[in-house]
């Protein structure tokens, strides 16, 4: 049976003008099980924010829509490519106060939702980058014996500052639940430790991180946001760039100093936030003397930003009215990575990577209707691509807590967690097709194509690997069913006025990221999969996976591919490319059914572990959860047969090698 976006991607099909022969193709998935599970199809979907249906009206389209436009790529190169990247540009910041409801509470019991989710990034790119910090880091204090009741992060007060963190407690179970997940999927740790007082620098959270993780922890990130200590209440209010690089030697200090720390070159900084807007610019930071007097101990340079805040400090901000201005709409994109031009050519100078490490679609939790629906999804691959482009070498999209519309990914309340999986957000799908349209090869270069006139509706960037144009990614932001405002890129490689031959490929393969409006909540596809609606998905994307696969015009060297409106296409110029990206199997971490007694059904790691690595043969294991572990978790007999089933899962896609 044909599903309405079936038939979207049909009919556009059937008009796509000057095309010899399209063929697409469906490889099938693993079935959608969120709404197998009775409870969650009775369950009433209230109060939460997964459950708000509110939808903004996509802004009205402009009366002159482009519905031609040329592409014309170069061999050997174009001008004004990124640095090389790599497939995990897009990673993940975490809260460090919901951490532990997304991986679970102990090395032992991990969320397998979390991991099916991130070996999907994996299977793309070969690895994810996490961070696990925020506002929270700064006041956390890690309790190297554990906490009382079996719980990996407890919020103990909540600090008077105005971002409303809670202060925090940290067991080692935490360290140990990312080590184990790393084990599992290949996952690259950040992580946030104190820096709320210098007198009390608190290093026992880097001595343990380093012991646990190893090379697994790739960066301690030492300051968040400080152009915001005063108005957060956390520095008093002349503080300035020079006291923060100050205030970073004598912490780093108190590390060089204590045998215990392993490695005190691994430091991130300075992440200021806010001075486009408000004060603090890297620059200023520069300027204090902070790159060279820590160049050694410095390992990223980091920022961090978002296009606007949900905070109501200047009064409570429209996100329809903001739309348009903010999020459909390149120029608006580009002034977000332009004023970092300067940071990332001195970063390239000093051989360092230069991360954004915090960002997402507005500050203080994002926008209801924005946030969590598919504009974001679009913004968020343009955001990144043009961050790529101008040579930042990473960045990572926030995850916070349940009352947050930007979050990538949300796990239902503990009481919930019977009766509903986690809950998908647009910008999951983003690092899907970053990580696609970047590949696994880390040699990317981005480019932004400046199309159709530089026209903000319709960005594109072609993406090169030595010399070589692989990939086209292109967008369409407007909403239009009717398929008038659908756009065809007729692609040109060599050949035509460039001078040089011909070498338009003879085929081509499309992958859309598709939604019936900008606006749309839950229809999200990637290449027709979906991770389902509301409290519905257990990591695996589900359904079949079509790839579009377009016969080019090779006599008069073009390739033509039609974008609806909306949607993001990434175009694969070669078989190669789109096998780099595809990877192989993505391993799945099995469970189907939620149990009452326990957070969330988790697996024992070990029995992974020691089975099967990752990425090895299939096979059925079945793991202890041992009560007597000091986590103290109630764990029934049943649940716990059920929770260590763990089967090794391959789709149709087992058969390429990478
Ligand atoms: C459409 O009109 C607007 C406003 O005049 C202009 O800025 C834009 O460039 C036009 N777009 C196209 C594709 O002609
Ligand atoms: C290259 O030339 C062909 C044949 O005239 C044309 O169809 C195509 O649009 C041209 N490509 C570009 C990018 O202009
Ligand atoms: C920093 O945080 C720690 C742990 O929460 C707290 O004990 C300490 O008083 C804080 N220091 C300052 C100066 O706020
Ligand atoms: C046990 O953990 C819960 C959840 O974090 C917390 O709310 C509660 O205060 C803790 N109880 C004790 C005795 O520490
Ligand atoms: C996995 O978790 C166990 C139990 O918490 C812990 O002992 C072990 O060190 C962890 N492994 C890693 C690699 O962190
Ligand atoms: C310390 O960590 C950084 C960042 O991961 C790494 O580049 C460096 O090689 C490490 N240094 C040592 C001595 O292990
Ligand atoms: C780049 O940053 C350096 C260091 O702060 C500064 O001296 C220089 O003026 C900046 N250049 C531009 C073009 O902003
Ligand atoms: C700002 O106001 C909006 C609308 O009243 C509300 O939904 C949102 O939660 C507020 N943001 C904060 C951080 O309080
Ligand atoms: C898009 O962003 C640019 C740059 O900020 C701005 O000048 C322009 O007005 C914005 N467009 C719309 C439709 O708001
Ligand atoms: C990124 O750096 C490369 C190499 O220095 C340069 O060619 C390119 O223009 C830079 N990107 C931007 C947007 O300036
Ligand atoms: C479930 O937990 C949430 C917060 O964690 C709470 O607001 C809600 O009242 C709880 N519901 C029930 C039925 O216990
Ligand atoms: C979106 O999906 C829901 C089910 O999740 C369906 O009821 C609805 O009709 C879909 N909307 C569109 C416009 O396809």
């Known amino acids: 049976m044909l599903s309405p976006l079936y038939i979207t991607v049909f009919s556009f099909l059937l008009s796509l003008p000057f095309v010899s022969a399209v063929t697409l193709y469906t490889i099938p998935g693993p079935a959608a099980t969120g709404t197998a599970n009775p409870a969650f199809q009775t369950a009433i979907c209230i109060g939460?924010?997964?459950?708000?249906?509110?939808?903004?009206?996509?802004?009205?389209?402009?009366?002159?829509?482009?519905?031609?436009?040329?592409?014309?790529?170069?061999?050997?190169?174009?001008?004004?490519?990124?640095?090389?990247?790599?497939?995990?540009?897009?990673?993940?910041?975490?809260?460090?106060?919901?951490?532990?409801?997304?991986?679970?509470?102990?090395?032992?019991?991990?969320?397998?939702?979390?991991?099916?989710?991130?070996?999907?990034?994996?299977?793309?790119?070969?690895?994810i980058l996490?961070?696990?910090?925020?506002?929270?880091?700064?006041?956390?204090?890690?309790?190297?014996?554990?906490?009382?009741?079996?719980?990996?992060?407890?919020?103990?007060?909540?600090?008077?500052?105005?971002?409303?963190?809670?202060?925090?407690?940290?067991?080692?179970?935490?360290?140990?639940?990312?080590?184990?997940?790393?084990?599992?999927?290949?996952?690259?740790?950040?992580?946030?430790?104190?820096?709320?007082?210098?007198?009390?620098?608190?290093?026992?959270?880097?001595?343990?991180?380093?012991?646990?993780?190893?090379?697994?922890?790739?960066?301690?990130?030492?300051?968040?946001?400080?152009?915001?200590?005063?108005?957060?209440?956390?520095?008093?209010?002349?503080?300035?760039?020079?006291?923060?690089?100050?205030?970073?030697?004598?912490?780093?200090?108190?590390?060089?100093?204590?045998?215990?720390?392993?490695?005190?070159?691994?430091?991130?900084?300075?992440?200021?936030?806010?001075?486009?807007?408000?004060?603090?610019?890297?620059?200023?930071?520069?300027?204090?003397?902070?790159?060279?007097?820590?160049?050694?101990?410095?390992?990223?340079?980091?920022?961090?930003?978002?296009?606007?805040?949900?905070?109501?400090?200047?009064?409570?901000?429209?996100?329809?009215?903001?739309?348009?201005?903010?999020?459909?709409?390149?120029?608006?994109?580009?002034?977000?990575?332009?004023?970092?031009?300067n940071t990332s050519q001195i970063a390239l100078t000093l051989n360092k990577p230069f991360i954004m490490f915090e960002t997402n679609t507005a500050s203080c939790g994002g926008f209801s209707g924005l946030s969590d629906s598919f504009i974001s999804a679009m913004w968020a691959v343009d955001y990144a691509l043009s961050m790529a482009s101008f040579?930042?070498?990473?960045?990572?999209?926030?995850?916070?807590?349940?009352?947050?519309?930007?979050?990538?990914?949300?796990?239902?309340?503990?009481?919930?967690?019977?009766?509903?999986?986690?809950?998908?957000?647009?910008?999951?799908?983003?690092?899907?097709?970053?990580?696609?349209?970047?590949?696994?090869?880390?040699?990317s270069q981005v480019v932004d194509l400046q199309l159709n006139s530089n026209n903000d509706l319709t960005p594109g960037y072609a993406i090169y690997e030595q010399g070589t144009a692989q990939r086209v990614v292109l967008f369409n932001y407007l909403t239009d069913p009717s398929g008038a405002s659908d756009y065809t890129a007729y692609i040109s490689v060599g050949g035509n006025e460039t001078g040089q031959a011909n070498s338009t490929p003879a085929s081509i393969s499309v992958k859309l990221l598709l939604a019936p409006s900008a606006t749309d909540k839950w229809n999200t596809t990637w290449a027709g999969q979906t991770f389902g609606g509301p409290f519905a998905s257990d990591g695996r994307i589900t359904g079949s996976e079509q790839i579009i696969e377009i016969t080019c015009d090779q006599p008069n060297n073009v390739c033509a591919v039609q974008v609806p409106a909306p949607a993001v296409a990434v175009v694969f110029l070669s078989q190669s490319s789109l096998q780099e990206s595809q990877g192989t199997a993505t391993a799945t971490f099995q469970t189907t059914v939620a149990t009452g007694t326990i957070n969330t059904v988790s697996i024992d790691p070990s029995v992974l572990a020691t089975s099967n690595?990752?990425?090895?043969?299939?096979?059925?294991?079945?793991?202890?959860?041992?009560?007597?572990?000091?986590?103290?978790?109630?764990?029934?007999?049943?649940?716990?047969?059920?929770?260590?089933?763990?089967?090794?899962?391959?789709?149709?896609?087992?058969?390429?090698?990478?």
Not at 58 to 70: D, R, S
Not at 391 to 410: C, E, K, W
Not at 420 to 437: C, D, K, M, N
């Open 48 to 127: 939460a924010v997964p459950c708000d249906g509110s939808q903004l009206t996509p802004t009205p389209n402009p009366g002159n829509i482009t519905t031609a436009i040329n592409i014309q790529l170069t061999d050997g190169g174009y001008p004004g490519l990124g640095i090389p990247v790599s497939g995990n540009f897009l990673g993940f910041s975490i809260e460090l106060s919901v951490a532990n409801q997304l991986f679970g509470n102990t090395g032992t019991q991990l969320n397998p939702i979390f991991l099916n989710l991130l070996a999907n990034i994996e299977t793309r790119a070969g690895r």
């Open 130 to 341: 996490i961070r696990v910090g925020g506002n929270s880091q700064e006041s956390a204090t890690i309790i190297p014996g554990g906490l009382p009741n079996g719980t990996a992060v407890e919020k103990i007060t909540f600090s008077s500052d105005k971002t409303a963190t809670p202060t925090l407690l940290l067991s080692p179970n935490l360290i140990y639940a990312m080590g184990n997940i790393s084990n599992l999927v290949n996952v690259q740790w950040f992580l946030g430790v104190p820096f709320n007082d210098t007198s009390n620098p608190r290093t026992t959270l880097a001595e343990i991180a380093q012991h646990v993780l190893g090379d697994r922890l790739v960066g301690l990130q030492l300051g968040n946001e400080p152009d915001l200590y005063t108005i957060n209440g956390l520095r008093p209010p002349t503080y300035t760039p020079d006291q923060f690089t100050a205030d970073w030697g004598t912490v780093l200090q108190d590390y060089s100093s204590d045998s215990k720390v392993l490695n005190s070159s691994m430091f991130v900084g300075p992440s200021v936030c806010c001075g486009l807007d408000t004060g603090w610019t890297p620059e200023d930071v520069w300027n204090t003397g902070f790159l060279t007097d820590y160049a050694d101990q410095l390992a990223w340079i980091s920022v961090e930003h978002y296009p606007t805040n949900n905070c109501n400090d200047t009064g409570i901000l429209d996100p329809e009215v903001l739309m348009p201005q903010l999020y459909m709409n390149h120029s608006a994109v580009v002034q977000l990575s332009a004023p970092y031009l």
């Open 391 to 443: 040579n930042f070498t990473n960045a990572l999209l926030h995850v916070g807590g349940q009352s947050d519309y930007y979050n990538p990914f949300t796990p239902p309340t503990t009481n919930q967690s019977s009766y509903r999986q986690w809950s998908i957000g647009p910008t999951f799908y983003s690092t899907l097709v970053i990580a696609e349209s970047l590949g696994s090869s880390n040699l």
């Open 613 to 658: 690595g990752r990425g090895g043969q299939s096979f059925l294991g079945l793991g202890s959860t041992s009560p007597g572990s000091s986590d103290g978790l109630k764990i029934t007999p049943y649940n716990a047969l059920i929770a260590c089933f763990l089967i090794m899962f391959f789709n149709a896609l087992t058969l390429l090698s990478r």
